[in-house]
């Protein structure tokens, strides 16, 4: 196994203005590091849609940042509702944002299935009650 | 502008943020009237060559100086997103 450099961000889930701030970061990281802009864009927008969730439903998580030379892998997890329906929550256009969320541009229904869409694996951990640990990798 | 060398490759328009990341590619003006602080995280995550609202949409001085630090163009228009997006369609 090769080695990796971690990253780790506590997001905060009372301030929905600075939220995304992780994910600006580990861009301005791996590009440092000197990854492709396709990789970098892939992984900072899957980790900010999944930053949002966090912020919009459950008062924030941590996420983990792995990188190794072939790959990345982020790592979210939160102690929020957790999500009932794992299925339905992933179809596109589905959402139980909030109007006061809406209103700001989110809540499209858009973000697992983008999350999806921009990594080469993803995995849902969810219980309802506990929480929500999402796994995704991008392979660079 | 933080980033006036810019070029304009393309185009995209839209309000809701996921639809935004998920489809304007890299090189973009970002057409829209949003104008909270969140268009800042998208636009440096989506990587637009600019946002530009639509509308005579205000920018509040919090927005305009996180776009200044982050290095995201932010241009205003009083023209409707239609418009806006039919004249910039036929310079590019």
Redesign the interface.
């Known amino acids: 196994m090769a080695d990796s450099v971690n990253f780790h961000f506590d997001i905060d889930g009372d301030n929905?203005?600075s939220?995304?701030?992780a994910?600006?970061m580990i861009?301005k990281l791996l590009r440092q590091m000197e990854f492709s802009?396709d990789v970098i864009?892939r992984v900072?927008?899957a980790m900010?849609?999944g930053e949002i969730n966090m912020v919009i439903h459950a008062n924030g998580g941590t996420a983990d940042v792995n990188v190794f030379c072939d790959r990345i892998e982020i790592v979210l997890k939160d102690n929020g509702p957790g999500i009932a329906d794992v299925r339905l929550a992933m179809q596109e256009g589905y959402s139980t944002a909030p109007d006061n969320i809406r209103s700001?541009?989110?809540g499209?229904?858009?973000?697992l299935?983008?999350m999806k869409?921009?990594t080469d694996d993803m995995r849902i951990e969810s219980e309802v009650g506990r929480g929500t640990t999402i796994y995704m990798t991008v392979n660079v | 502008m933080p980033e006036p060398e810019r070029d304009i490759l393309g185009g995209y328009a839209g309000d809701l943020l996921s639809w935004v990341m998920g489809r304007a590619s890299s090189g973009d003006v970002w057409v829209t009237i949003m104008s909270n602080l969140n268009i800042v995280a998208v636009a440096s995550l989506a990587d637009p060559a600019c946002i530009l609202l639509a509308e005579g949409v205000e920018l509040d001085d919090g927005v305009r100086e996180r776009a200044e630090v982050q290095g995201v163009n932010v241009l205003r228009s009083g023209k409707n997103v239609f418009r806006l997006c039919a004249e910039i369609a036929s310079l590019i």
Do not use: D, H, Q
């Open positions: 929905f203005t939220a995304g701030e994910s600006v861009k802009p864009r900072s927008v900010y849609e700001l541009g989110f499209a229904g858009m973000g299935p983008n869409r921009y």
